[in-house]
């Protein structure tokens, strides 16, 4: 692949290589595309991410950084068409969101991570491909046939593909297993070879030479699958074992005779429905189920992990694994252990909205063979705080777990609707030397928040600009500890109210002494 790179950076000390690639099909006009790129730039010092198409000039498609969208140097050809998650580099989600495909968006974008002192990395690239949804061709021969001038079904026949509907499944994440159908009315040979592969061309299944190719396989898939063989009626159907959300897609089964004409192809959309939980940032806990009608044996060993495989929670041997759990999640999990009822569901403690993820609970036996798979969404609203303009403070709540550890440093800032530091706790103090002018003397926080786990902020005389998006980052030096939440501030202009106090002296020379009576006995 030829690429040419025209970009300077001036604090670089260290080039990573990447280590990830993937590959996207979709048709022109379709209305959004998600790039996937996950990566950890929580810890990172002023981290920026860039995506890039480096056969173009300017190669910047979208860049990110702490205090927003940077977006100067982008090409023109994405002006308005793009998107990241406005935490990005909070939660590890540097995914791209691309919006009205077109011909020309078809190419290889690159993920690349920077940080001040740390260097470079690129994370990934992204293969993607934008297909015409009905080729020129096509609607010349779609023209010819409505107006009657091609007559002969063997062309229809031919050029199927393009007119066929598809056949779609939808099932419950936690089934056991799915059947995608693949079948043909006529005989299909005895050395006939089989051909399952998703939207991303990635080999979901081989059988060729009259076996399966499991070698063949992409390792996704590996060990997952299971083909009919019914050559005789045609059937060469394919059962996809503990499908997930990540299983979502478009498989195409293809079958060729000996001199790999193509025989059959069909098309098949999987659609997993997910359990989805919802509640509010700072409840105490939430319980994410996983619970199946069989007995779970004493040696069976459960994995809770995240959407970007973090270990949520482990247990083996018969006891919790804490050292086996990302720092995000430990000290915040409690896994029940009916093994009677095949109960293992997870409770999960001191929740932000950075909690909101795709949780994947995974029961295995002694032999890592796969008991039981279930998938729970969890949302979190984002915290909200309403306070009058005027009051004497507001508290902008957050709490976690307790026994910090000394090397601690809690974070405050405003996002939106403009970039500022808020308040920095570090080494056991407060830095005001990096807080933003705008709140010095106006913040407080608890003397003791290692202890206690509690670093909700008060902001002292709430203020009509304070209005906007607060997050706070909870980390150490160390690396062992990461925590964080958003809360957005509205602060409500003050309603004046008119005096309407009644001059007495003027009510007292009334001719209806009533009112006055009356006031006077209130």
């Keep these: ?186 005989h299909l040979p005895e050395d006939v070879s089989v051909e399952w592969t998703d939207g991303d061309k990635r080999k979901v299944h081989v059988y060729q030479n009259s076996s399966d190719q499991p070698e063949e396989q992409h390792r996704l898939y590996r060990g997952r699958t299971k083909m009919k063989r019914n050559l005789k009626i045609g059937d060469v159907s394919l059962t996809l074992k503990y499908p997930t959300d990540t299983d979502r897609n478009t498989y195409t089964c293809t ?57 949520v929670h482990v247990y083996q041997n018969s006891s919790d694994q804490p050292g086996e759990q990302d720092d995000l999640y430990r000290g915040r999990t409690e896994m029940k252990r009916n093994l009677k009822t095949g109960d293992v569901s997870l409770t999960l403690k001191y929740l932000t909205d950075r909690d909101r993820n795709t949780y994947t609970c995974t029961a295995y036996n002694k032999e890592r063979n796969i008991l039981m798979k279930k998938q729970v969404i969890l949302e979190v609203k984002v915290c909200q705080v309403e306070v009058e303009e005027g009051a004497e403070s507001v508290q902008l709540p957050f709490k976690t777990t307790a026994d910090l550890p000394g090397d601690t440093y809690v974070e405050w800032r405003l996002y939106e609707p403009k970039y500022m530091m808020v308040h920095v706790y570090q080494d056991s103090s407060v830095k005001s030397d990096r807080q933003n002018k705008n709140y010095r003397e106006r913040i407080k926080m608890k003397e003791d928040l290692l202890r206690t786990g509690d670093v909700s902020l008060t902001l002292k005389s709430p203020k009509l600009t304070d209005t906007g998006e607060y997050r706070c980052v909870v980390g150490s030096r160390k690396g062992n500890i990461w925590r964080g939440t958003t809360v957005e501030l509205k602060v409500k202009e003050r309603i004046q109210i008119k005096d309407q106090t009644v001059d007495m002296r003027n009510r007292s020379s009334s001719t209806d002494p009533t009112p006055l009576m009356a006031d006077q006995s209130i």
């Design 1 to 186: 692949m030829m690429m040419k790179m025209k970009m300077l950076v001036v604090f670089m000390t260290l080039v990573h290589v990447s280590q990830h690639a993937s590959a996207v099909e979709l048709y022109e006009g379709e209305e959004f595309v998600l790039l996937p790129c996950e990566f950890h730039t929580f810890d990172l010092d002023d981290p920026t991410v860039v995506w890039s198409r480096y056969d173009l000039n300017p190669s910047t498609v979208h860049q990110r950084q702490q205090e927003g969208d940077e977006l100067k140097d982008q090409n023109q050809l994405y002006s308005s068409r793009t998107s990241m998650m406005t935490d990005a580099l909070e939660t590890g989600d540097l995914s791209l969101n691309l919006t009205k495909l077109r011909l020309s968006d078809s190419g290889t974008y690159t993920c690349t991570v920077r940080a001040f002192r740390w260097g470079e990395r690129r994370v990934t690239d992204v293969q993607l491909h934008v297909k015409e949804r009905f080729p020129s061709w096509a609607k010349v021969l779609l023209v010819l046939l409505v107006v009657g001038l091609v007559v002969s079904g063997g062309l229809l026949v031919h050029f199927r593909q393009y007119f066929m509907s598809v056949y779609r499944v939808e099932v419950d994440s936690g089934v056991k297993s799915v059947k995608l159908p693949c079948k043909k009315t006529v």
């Design 255 to 311: 079958a060729y005779n000996k001199e790999r004409k193509r025989l059959m192809k069909k098309e098949v959309i999987l659609e997993v429905k997910v359990y989805r939980v919802e509640v509010d940032s700072g409840v105490e806990s939430v319980q994410l189920p996983c619970k199946t009608t069989i007995h779970l044996p004493e040696d069976v060993s459960v994995e809770w992990t995240d959407r970007i495989n973090r270990k």
